[in-house]
């Protein structure tokens, strides 16, 4: 469904990543993982056309994304949960939601895309004509991933959902990705929090500095000697 | 209370409520585009030639060429986009002031070239209404009532319609309106369209009450800045307030003093509260 073909990228003269290459099939759950400033969030915004990538291809259901701007390729069927959930914080719940019905063909269908998303978030529904802004970080993310799925994708992308979340509202996060899943949205997620990504995905990326170390299913990552040494501390 | 006094404050009222449309569409620029056009009240001047030219030159009859400049100014807006502003949305704001200051000059000389320096005035005639011993010009209570409707109308759109949404969004974080599906380049020109229209409405408003001449922009210009400044840059409601703050200024210093000296007071007020308040009367 999303290939990534030889993909480098940077900014000026610095390059965040080397010739990474990436495959996601319909309905899959991909994690790729990896520490601080390996180039997890470049990744993530070269594929929705935040950054262009300097070499490579990029392509999703056999069409060419590569020269696309950002709200081409939400258009083509990518939405994008950015990194910190970057929600409208002046703007109601309700208004966050409406902005990621922008798209013609989702303004078309917002009136059963809210109630879908209220039912799969019921705390929104008490919350939506709140600002966003004083949402807690838990409900926040509800409306980040609530905001995406407005746009009726076919494919989401997350960026980091636990960053600066408490433990607690972390297991939360989590359960809601796998909900997403079990929707049946195919889900490119980013993580630094191996040991729980692991637990939703079904194969990972490691990416170090830039390049792709490893890959495997959940269960070859989980047991791997280096990951296991490296990320987990066993 | 003074029966005078109260016309002043009433007069004060109804110059507010066009001062308040002229802050509404600065802000409304400044707050989405993040530019600040220093020439907005010469787009003012324009829409009132083109009412002046429609109606006086060619005949048309005042409602339709009243409408005629609306749609006019707001494609100088468009223009003004298109042709300054987008080429330097990327550069240092002080080279953004320069540009659009400098198309201040440009559209007075424009004008100049035109029309000449003289006064031209539409020679409609509103009548005066009479309220006991108060006087009250029909044209301001138009303008009035006109503004208040323009302003009601903005709120509408931005509170109301995904456009108007995507607009108060982008104000807030530029970078992720993309992954929102918004085409920010088409936001900025339909911004622009926008903020040129309430600069056309604004002409229709003040040729019923002043003449024409390539430098009127003056006279209503820098009061629109301090107002703007005084709510808030970007601050839609604070720009509101501020306008009926800064014409009771000007109205009740010009009955108790001289229209000069009001202004002079305007101008105090502004500074003095910039020092105390610098950013701005309603910020948080």
């Known amino acids: ?147 995406a799925l407005m746009s009726k994708p076919k494919m989401l992308l997350m960026d980091e959902p636990s960053a600066g979340l408490a433990p607690l509202v972390v ?36 990416l170090e500095v830039g390049r792709i170390r490893l890959s495997g299913s959940s269960a070859e990552l989980k047991d791997d000697p280096t990951i296991r040494q490296a990320y987990m501390g066993l | 209370m003074d029966i005078y006094l109260l016309e002043a404050v009433i007069n004060g009222i109804l110059l507010g409520g066009v001062l308040a449309l002229l802050a509404l569409g600065l802000n409304l620029i400044f707050g989405v585009i993040d530019v600040v056009w220093i020439c907005y009240a010469e787009l003012v001047m324009c829409g009132m030639y083109m009412i002046f030219w429609l109606h006086s030159f060619f005949g048309w009859p005042i409602l339709l060429a009243s409408f005629a400049a609306i749609l006019g100014v707001a494609g100088l807006g468009v223009l003004l986009h298109l042709l300054v502003i987008s080429p330097i949305l990327e550069s240092a704001p002080i080279n953004q002031l320069l540009a659009t200051g400098g198309m201040l000059f440009f559209l007075q000389s424009l004008a100049t070239l035109l029309f000449g320096t003289d006064f031209r005035n539409i020679g409609l005639r509103l009548p005066i209404i009479e309220l006991g011993d108060i006087f009250i010009s029909y044209s301001r209570l138009l303008a009035f009532g006109t503004a208040l409707i323009g302003a009601v109308a903005l709120y509408l759109f931005l509170s109301r319609t995904y456009l108007g949404i995507a607009m108060r969004a982008i104000a807030q974080d530029r970078e992720i309106m993309g992954l929102m599906g918004v085409d920010q380049r088409r936001i900025y020109l339909i911004t622009s369209a926008v903020g040129g229209a309430l600069a056309g409405l604004a002409a229709c408003l003040l040729v019923l009450q002043y003449d024409v001449h390539p430098f009127i922009g003056l006279s209503f210009g820098p009061i629109t800045f301090m107002i703007c400044v005084l709510g808030g840059l970007g601050n839609m409601i604070g720009g509101f307030v501020a306008a009926f703050v800064m014409s009771q200024i000007i109205a009740i210093g010009g009955y108790y003093f001289s229209i000069e000296i009001s202004y002079v007071l305007a101008f105090v007020f502004f500074i003095v509260l910039m020092l105390i308040r610098p950013q701005g009367l309603l910020a948080r």
């Open chain 1, 1 to 147: 469904m999303l290939s990534l073909r030889s993909i480098s990228a940077g900014y000026g003269s610095f390059r965040a990543l080397f010739d990474v290459s990436l495959e996601v099939a319909a309905g899959e759950a991909i994690g790729v993982v990896g520490p601080n400033g390996a180039g997890k969030s470049t990744l993530m915004r070269v594929i929705s056309g935040m950054l262009r990538a300097s070499s490579g291809e990029l392509s999703f259901e056999g069409r060419s994304l590569t020269r696309l701007p950002a709200h081409r390729i939400v258009e083509a069927g990518i939405a994008h949960v950015p990194e910190h959930r970057r929600l409208f914080a002046k703007l109601t719940v309700e208004e966050n939601l409406r902005i990621g019905a922008f798209l013609p063909q989702a303004r078309r269908h917002y009136a059963e895309r809210s109630e879908w998303v209220y039912a799969l978030f019921p705390r929104l529904l008490e919350r939506r004509r709140q600002l966003a802004g004083t949402l807690s970080g838990g409900e926040q993310q509800m409306v980040a991933i609530g905001r």
């Open chain 1, 171 to 206: 297991e939360q996060v989590f359960a809601l990705v796998h909900r997403i899943r079990e929707e049946g949205f195919t889900v490119l997620i980013v993580e630094q929090n191996l040991r729980q990504v692991l637990e939703v995905v079904d194969r990972a990326y490691l």
